[in-house]
Every structure is written in C-alpha cells, then in structure tokens.
C-alpha cells in the first residue's frame, strides 16, 4: 500500500501548471482573444481607414481580408508539422510574430503627415470655410501643396504597408488555433473535449467584440491627437470628415500579443492525458495521443501524398457537408463584421464609435452565448452525431426567419441637392461660386434638402461661437424657405429604427451560434483519428478559401455598387460619399440571407445523410456508437469493412 503511494499520484495529477490541460485552455483562450482583437480591431476601424486614405469599400475589403493570403498558403502544412514540432512553442512564435505586425500596420501614421480634409485642401485666407465666391483663384497654390503631401512616397507606401501588415497577421495564426484544437483534443477526456472547444470558442470569440469595442473607444479621440493640441481640432466625431485614431488600438494589442505569448514557452511537447475516470469509453491504450502516420513521412513524400490524403478526407460526405455549411457562415460573417458598423452608420445616420458599439457589445456577445449554450448541450444531452445535425439545421433555419425582416427595416435616401433623387455636376444656384469639384463639408438646408458644401449651397456668410466655429450657414441661395443651412448631414431619419433592428440582428446572432460548436465536434469525430490534424487544417484552408478571403472583397464590392457619390482628391477617386441607401440595405443583407440559406442547405443534407446511415447500421448493434460517429481509438470489431468505410473509417 505504501509502495503504491509514491507512485500514483504522478499519474493521476500532474505536476505543476503547464502539464494542465486546463491551464493550457486558459492560456490559449487569452491568446486568441489578444489574437482576434487585433481582427475585430481592424474590422472595427476599415471604415475610418477607408476614409482616411481614401479606399473604395472593395480596397477595404481586400485589406480586411488579406490577412487571410499568407494563411491560406501555409496552413496545409499544419497538418504535416503538427505531429512532429513542439506545438506550444510554435503557437508563441506565431503571437510574438502576430505582436510585430500590430506595430507594422500602425506605422502608416507615424511615416505621412496630418490628415486632411476638405476646409484645408480647397480652402485658405479668409474664405476657410468654404463659402460661395465669385473668385477662387487662390484654390490653386493650396490645392497643389496638398496634392503633393499625397504624391511624396511616405503617402504612396501607406496601402502597401498595411496590406503587407495583414499578410504577416495572417502568417502568424497559422499555427495558434490548429495546433491549439488539437493540442486540446489529444490531451483532453472525450467528456471535457466539447465543453473545452465551447469555451474555447466562446472566449475567442470575445477578442472581435473587444476589438470592436476598443475601437469604439479609440475612434473618439480624433486622428492626430498625437499632433495637435486640443484647441487646433476643429470636427467632432459627429462630422462626416471626423476620423478617429486608428492606430492607437494596435499598439495596445501588440503589447498584449507579447504577453500571452510568453506562457507557451514553458508548456511541455507532450502532456500527461487528462484523468478519464467517468468517460464511459476510456481505456488505457486511450491516455496517450494517436500516432500520426503521416508522422513518418519527410516533406516531399507529403507534399506528393497531399492530394491523395485530402481527396480521402473529402470523400467523407458528413466532413464535407459539415465544413461547406460552415463555410457559408463563416462568409456571412466575414462580410458582416467588416462592413455591419458602416452600415448602421450610414442607414441610421449614426457615429462610427457607436456603430462598432453596437457590434462589440450586442451582436458579439449574443453569438458567444450561443455558442457556450451549444457546447453545454453537446456535453449535458450527450448528443449524438445525428442529433448534432439536427441542431445545426434547427440553429440556422430559426436564424433565416430572424433575419428575413431585416430587409424591411430602414428608410429611403435623404435628399442631396445634385446627387439624389436627380443628378447633376452643377446646380445653376451657385453655379457662379465656381465650388471646387472636391469639397466635401455637408450642410443640411432649412427646407430638408443636404448639400455638398455650403458653397454648393449659395451660402454667403455664417455665424460663428464663442469657440469660432460655425453655427449656421445663411443667405443660401439654393436653399427653400428660410434659406439658411445648419452644419453637418440631414441624416437619413431612420434614427428611431436602430432598437428593432438590433433586436433582430442579435437574436440571429445568438440563435445561429447554436450551431458552431456541434459543428465543430461532427468534424472532429467523423474523421479517423489519424486524419483529425490534417481535417482540421483542410477545414481552416477551405475556410480562407472559400469564405474569408473573398467574402469581405464580395461585399465590398456589392457595397461600390450602391455608391451615388465617390470622393475626389486631386483628380483620383477616394471613398464614397453618399450612398443609394434603399440599394445598400437590400444588396447587403441580401447577400446575407443568400450564405444563411447555403448553410442550411448544407446541414439539411447532413441530416439525409446520416439517417441514411443509420438505417444500413441498424441490422446489427455491435456497430452503434454512442458520442462519437468514429472512434478513432478502436473499431467494432463485429462491423464489417462495408460498414467501417461508411462511418469513415479507414480499414
């Protein structure tokens, strides 16, 4: 007995932290979170970049999603390294990699001047703001001096640079949740494993709402803060030309990167299997990780093996039809999360830091209690494969109807003189103030009617605060009634639509996330044990594929689509200045009922499949499992080859 001591209890608790798999969950969750805010970050802050440097809504979009390029090019390889490197110190790397190219993208800001905006680019002397004249020959040595700051090289190598910053992003997380998942799920008890991934995603998905949320902090303080002094900033972040201060939040994300990444440099190659005294299932052979064969092979013999390996893994019809449903979603989401701030900004007449408000702190949250509340009922029901299947479906389908009302919720686009509902480049009201093509400082006219400036207007003087800013616009030609104009936009008037619409976005949120952790475990027990590394990269490499890269570039571009108004600044185009917003809402949530219906399509197909199976299974009993479509540890020995190729078992 005394002999007996010493010995078991090694074995039944390992010693210190970083043999607990528990404390690797940990780490690795504050990790991805640190991760995903520096994504829900630059989602959170596309639409002030855009407006900064002057992006078309599909230039933000490639930005948004380039990150995915390096990613999509080395994660096939996750599949062959994964077996055979020391995963947690891997995972490190990729943060303190991730950590670098934080402080790549916020450089832009520090290399070009100050940002610019209509008032000082085609403006100077005493008409700074803007007013019709009958004379604007001093437009040019200004306009000129400005339009060389955008030529010098500083300015040209902005887009590069933050496009090479993504792509390093992307690089970097190419091995931290591959090689986490499986990391968890070799080292973790079948029972705990579901309700590790739920947690693991739940709290992963928290970093894009911190993102959010930070931005919509950081994007109060005005661009160049650094720069100027507080009485030198003249916009407010209710003003259409107001852009906050991008960069700040990936400074603070780069120091977080450096933190969480430390703890992996001390987590072991190989850890001791969590006790498995109440699964069911358990049995000695299962307490030490599956050999991988692809293990034995060198590079070469698996690159030429790659093809052959991954045809295998996609012939399973329960893997392929779980990740194309996933892919769906994961496309919506991608599109959603990059440009769903700038919708609610402009079809409900909101500021950006509200807008990203509104993503962080409603919509991100709601989808992370769905996906916990999945992983709970995975674990307490014991939920089998096809009853997994079920729930996705039943997740997506209550999804559909939440969002299909959507479509029906905002208001018509609000009346710019010379832009909408008619166009035209010149209004014969102040056709004699020669207004230059390029401002850009909106006002809203006394009659209801928005103008693009109050030259446009035929404004000829204003009124100034005791802080020197203008109040109001008067003796507007253009302008009906009372003929003064007000500064800022008219808005679209569909303020008081805001709170059903959130409503309706959150409960689709938080009913769809229902689906991600059930779909995540179909995948990992539906494939043999041996293929789960390599499924899990496949799965990943079709994500970046198929979803996250084109998805934010497709609604970008569907978004240019509904652009009345582009931007110009020394003759190129920039950003789009006003927007068809009847086009916008129905283009943009369209595009999102398309994914939503692919998805359920895709689950719809699971469920056919798999009672299909089950009735070839039932005749003989020997051959049913219970949590798992697969065991990966050991086949039935009653069922015969026919049987095991159909639960996707290798034989």
Not at 118 to 126: E, F, L, P, R, V
Not at 324 to 333: D, I, K, P, S, T
Not at 563 to 578: F, H, I, S
Request: hydrophobic share 40%; with cysteine.
């Amino acid at each position: 007995m005394g002999a007996n001591n010493p010995a078991s209890p090694p074995r039944a608790q390992p010693r210190g932290l970083f043999n607990s798999i528990k404390f690797f969950v940990l780490c690795h969750s504050l990790l991805q979170l640190s991760q995903l805010l520096v994504s829900g970050y630059m989602k959170s802050s596309i639409s002030t970049i855009e407006r900064r440097y002057g992006l078309s809504s599909q230039k933000s979009g490639l930005l948004a999603a380039f990150n995915e390029v390096g990613n999509t090019v080395l994660i096939v390889f996750v599949s062959f390294f994964g077996s055979r490197v020391h995963r947690p110190r891997f995972i490190g790397g990729g943060a303190l990699l991730a950590c670098m190219a934080s402080l790549l993208i916020a450089m832009p800001h520090f290399l070009g001047g100050q940002y610019e905006y209509t008032k000082h680019i085609s403006s100077s002397g005493d008409n700074s703001s803007g007013l019709c004249q009958s004379e604007n020959t001093f437009l040019t040595s200004s306009s000129n001096q400005s339009c060389s700051k955008e030529e010098s090289p500083a300015q040209q190598v902005v887009y590069p640079l933050l496009l090479l910053g993504q792509l390093l992003l992307g690089i970097a997380a190419v091995p931290i949740q591959p090689f986490g998942i499986s990391y968890i799920d070799d080292y973790a008890s079948k029972k705990n494993s579901p309700l590790y991934l739920g947690i693991l995603l739940a709290v992963t998905s928290i970093g894009p709402a911190v993102g959010f949320i930070t931005g919509s902090f950081m994007l109060r303080f005005y661009v160049d803060f650094d720069k100027l002094s507080k009485d030198q900033i003249e916009l407010n972040h209710k003003d259409l030309r107001w852009v906050g201060a991008w960069w700040l939040g990936f400074l603070v994300a780069a120091c977080l990167l450096f933190l969480t990444a430390m703890p992996y440099l001390f987590f072991p190659s190989i850890m001791p299997k969590e006790d498995e005294a109440d699964d069911d299932e358990c049995t000695p052979d299962s307490k030490q990780p599956q050999t991988n064969p692809l293990q034995e092979l060198s590079l070469l013999q698996f690159l030429k093996s790659f093809p052959r390996i991954a045809l295998r893994t996609l012939r399973s019809p329960i893997y392929l039809l779980v990740v194309l449903a996933q892919v769906n979603l994961a496309a919506l989401l991608a599109g959603l999360a990059t440009f769903m701030a700038k919708f609610i900004e402009r079809q409900f007449s909101q500021t950006v830091s509200f807008s990203t408000m509104m993503i962080g702190g409603v919509c991100i949250p709601l989808a992370v209690l769905g996906t916990v509340l999945g992983g709970v009922l995975m674990r307490r029901l014991n939920l089998s494969i096809s009853s997994a299947s079920k729930l996705c479906t039943a997740a997506v389908l209550l999804g559909l109807f939440c969002s299909t009302p959507l479509l029906f919720i905002g208001c018509p686009t609000q009346k710019v003189a010379g832009v909408f509902p008619t166009r035209s480049d010149a209004l014969s009201c102040s056709a004699g103030c020669r207004c230059p093509q390029e401002a850009f400082n909106p006002v809203c006219g006394s009659d209801g009617v928005e103008f693009r400036s109050p030259c446009h207007a035929g404004c000829m003087a204003m009124e100034m605060d005791t802080l020197n800013k203008a109040v109001n616009y008067t003796g507007c030609r253009c302008v009906g009634g009372l003929g003064y104009a007000s500064p800022g936009t008219c808005g679209s008037g569909c303020s008081h639509l805001l709170l059903p619409f959130m409503v309706l976005i959150g409960l689709t949120a938080f009913v769809a996330s229902f689906s991600q952790t059930p779909s995540y475990m179909m995948i990992l027990r539906t494939v043999p044990a041996e293929d789960k590394s390599f499924a899990v990269g496949v799965q990943y490499m079709l994500f970046r594929v198929l979803a996250f890269m084109p998805g934010p570039v497709l609604y970008g571009s569907v978004i240019d689509t509904t652009c009345l108004l582009w931007g110009k600044k020394c003759g190129k185009q920039t950003y789009c200045l006003y927007f068809n917003l009847d086009s916008f809402r129905q283009r943009f949530l369209g595009l999102q009922l398309v994914f939503v219906c692919g998805g359920l399509l895709c689950f719809l197909l699971t469920v056919v499949v798999l009672r299909r199976r089950r009735r070839v299974q039932e005749p003989q009993a020997g051959c049913k499992g219970g949590y798992e479509l697969v065991n990966g540890q050991k086949a039935p020995e009653k069922c015969t080859s026919k049987e095991t190729e159909l639960m996707g078992i290798k034989t």
